[in-house]
């Protein structure tokens, strides 16, 4: 990061700029943000020189052609370094990420997709206007070699990793016809071959495009299919549609299209691309166990089923093994919290002298908070008959602050808990609240985390005071019962 911070400084002629490590989701390069009094960048800092130039070549290339790309302003020596602008926090992921977990865009996430749909074309046909697409990597196009690797991708990343059965020669033969249909439509556009939400900017209201390294010459289909059927995006059959639609009207600009050949071509694409994502989602995620890529899975299981209702009679035996894959059930998709059944849980109070409680759902437990480090009512004779339902107990713990501070923290974790838990779909959650006697401290906590999540997430709550004997269910639509 130190030659980083030096091509700042040497680049801007400020010193000693701000630095931020920018998370990367499936990137091998590492980014930061620089900041100064007046500048904001963003160091890049990647081990591949090729692809490093691959990316400046083609940025400096779209800048000239005025296209919404990040400038490059500086490069290392070695080409292991460069600063390039900043576009800000937001990508179109995130903008509309609110639409992808409630399962339907609002209007204004709905149009900032289709405005990058619109613009897709300006990258394939304006972009490829006098490139030198021998700056790409690793191929300068699209060809029967990057389409087999792509294929082979799938198959050793992803099929043999979860060890499904198949038969290679007759998987190959299949492959073999692929390749003859994806090539059947020469193209000398700009294929940019990872156009998806992750890697396109919010910036002013308008969408920019990031990580075009991988690009090459390519027909325009492989672009399309990768923004609309974005596995994690789960947009509807119903945008997707709109989508297309935006993408002809704007592609009218640069080419006449023929519609019904080009939805023809397009699911031949479609069903490519989301083999590919299973074969980067396999290496990724099982066998690098990076989290997003492994729940991103199911997504892109679930678009396949969809794929494979309408048919592929020209990959017979491909179409057996992918209709065997949609069928595992570890590739499901998450049920929705109308589909799935309910979260319970289960709140105790206790005595540490009389033990934890025994889970007896079979999930083996979950929280134990110790409540002994804060100030214990029990130890004054006006408190001895009194538990931490009674007034006198409550005023009395929450007189210092202290038991509400212990209890802001168990919120945070409760809360991050059960929400993750409804959104996996799972059904049972238990917090156990232990002190010395299970008379004051924990009773106290037990029931006011159980009100908190009642309130908070709607679901159901059981509730018991184990040393008093006490069990109700907090109902938060019906009250306590």
């Known amino acids: 990061m130190t030659e980083l911070i030096s091509l700042f400084e040497e680049y ?21 943000r620089f900041t100064s009094s007046d500048k904001s960048l963003i160091g890049v800092l990647g081990e591949s020189i090729e692809e490093n130039e691959a990316f400046i070549a083609l940025a400096k290339h779209f800048e000239e052609k005025n296209l919404p790309t990040p400038r490059v302003y500086a490069v290392s020596k070695d080409h292991r370094r460069y600063l390039q602008e900043d576009l800000g926090d937001t990508s179109l992921f995130q903008y509309i990420s609110k639409g992808i977990s409630e399962g339907k865009f609002s209007e204004e996430e709905e149009s900032m997709i289709c405005q990058t749909m619109g613009k897709l074309p300006e990258i394939q046909f304006s972009g490829a206007k ?19 690797w792509d294929l082979n ?7 043999k990793l979860l060890k499904i059965d198949f038969s290679e020669t007759k998987l190959e033969d299949d492959f073999e016809r692929m390749c003859g249909l994806l090539l059947g439509d020469k193209s000398d556009t700009f294929l940019y071959r990872d156009f998806q939400s992750r890697n396109v900017m919010i910036k002013n209201g308008e969408p920019h495009f990031i990580d075009f390294q991988g690009g090459r010459k390519g027909p325009i289909y492989y672009d399309i299919a990768s923004f609309a059927w974005q596995a994690k995006a789960n947009f ?40 590919q994502v299973l074969g980067a989602y396999g290496f990724r995620g099982i066998f690098e166990k990076k989290p997003h890529f492994i729940e991103s899975i199911p997504f892109a299981v679930n678009n396949l089923k ?6 592929y009679p020209e990959y017979p035996y491909l179409t057996e093994v992918l209709a065997n894959i949609t069928e595992l059930p570890d590739l499901q998709m998450p049920k929705t919290p109308n589909e799935q059944a ?30 002994r480090g804060v100030h214990n009512p029990g130890r004054y004779i006006q408190y001895k008959t009194s538990t931490g339902l009674d007034k006198n107990v409550i005023d009395f713990l929450e007189s210092d602050g202290e038991i509400l501070h212990f209890l802001d923290n168990v919120y945070s974790l409760a809360d991050a808990h059960v929400a993750r838990f409804i959104e ?58």
């Not at 920018?22 to 930061?32: D, L, P, Q, T, V």
């Open 236 to 275: 509807s059959d119903e945008l997707r549609e709109k989508l297309i639609r935006t993408y002809l009207n704007a592609v009218k600009r640069f080419a006449d299209i023929d519609e019904d050949l080009f939805r023809k071509r397009l699911r031949h694409f479609v069903l490519f691309r989301t083999m």
């Open 306 to 311: 969809s794929l494979l209702a309408g048919g």
């Open 424 to 481: 996996r779909g799972f059904t049972h959650l238990m917090f156990s609240f232990g002190c010395t006697g299970g008379q004051h401290r924990s009773v106290y906590s037990a029931q006011h985390t159980a009100e908190h999540i009642a309130k908070k997430f709607g679901v159901e709550v059981e509730i018991t005071h184990r040393e008093q004997g006490v069990h109700q269910i907090i109902n938060p639509h019906n009250g306590k019962e």
């Open 12 to 32: 801007t002629g400020q010193k000693n700029p701000t630095c931020t490590k920018i998370k990367g989701e499936g990137s091998n390069r590492i980014y930061y």
């Open 130 to 148: 006098g490139l030198d697409f021998s700056v790409c990597y690793p191929l300068p196009s699209f060809d029967k070699r990057s389409i087999l």
């Open 153 to 159: 991708y799938f198959k050793y990343s992803f099929l």
């Open 342 to 371: 309910p979260l319970k849980v289960q709140v105790f109070s206790f005595s540490y002298k009389k033990g934890i409680p025994v889970d007896e759902s079979g999930n083996g437990g979950g929280y134990v908070f110790d409540c």
